[in-house]
Nanobody, 126 residues
Framework: QVQLVESGGGLVQAGGSLRLSCAASGRTFSLYAKGWFRQAPGKERELVAGIDWSGGITTYADSVKGRFTISRDNAKDTVYLQMNSLKAEDTAVYYC???????????????????WGQGTQVTVSS
């Protein structure tokens, strides 16, 4: 079964840090653009950060710029999201997504995602 598997979520105090990981299972996603999205209760899923297939180009939502860093290790077929200076408003389920095709450019929208992970809960207490 083709899967993207997220890990690293949890409960953290405001100002703290978490590192999310998204590993491929069942097939390789090392040549696909990746993105981290989040969805809070009652809100639409939104892009948090994206990275192209090579890891050379990244993009961030304005709300996380300077606090979050997306990176990837194609040898491990894993993408990471380092989250620092966390705020209560960062609380959400975080999803990893991969583009619909290989060598894709940056993902900017959930509609551009071809493969989703199951999500991991991040809760930031104030």
């Amino acid at each position: 079964q083709v899967q993207l598997v997220e890990s690293g979520g949890g409960l953290v105090q405001a100002g703290g840090s978490l590192r999310l990981s998204c590993a491929a299972s069942g097939r390789t996603f090392s040549l696909y653009a990746k993105g981290w999205f989040r969805q809070a209760p009652g809100k639409e899923r939104e892009l948090v950060a994206g990275i192209d297939w090579s890891g050379g180009i990244t993009t961030y939502a304005d709300s996380v710029k300077g606090r979050f860093t997306i990176s990837r290790d194609n040898a491990k077929d894993t993408v990471y999201l380092q989250m620092n200076s966390l705020k209560a408003e960062d609380t959400a389920v975080y999803y990893c997504g991969a583009s619909r095709s290989t060598y894709g450019g940056l993902i900017h929208d959930p509609r551009e995602v071809g493969y989703w992970g199951q999500g991991t809960q991040v809760t930031v207490s104030s």
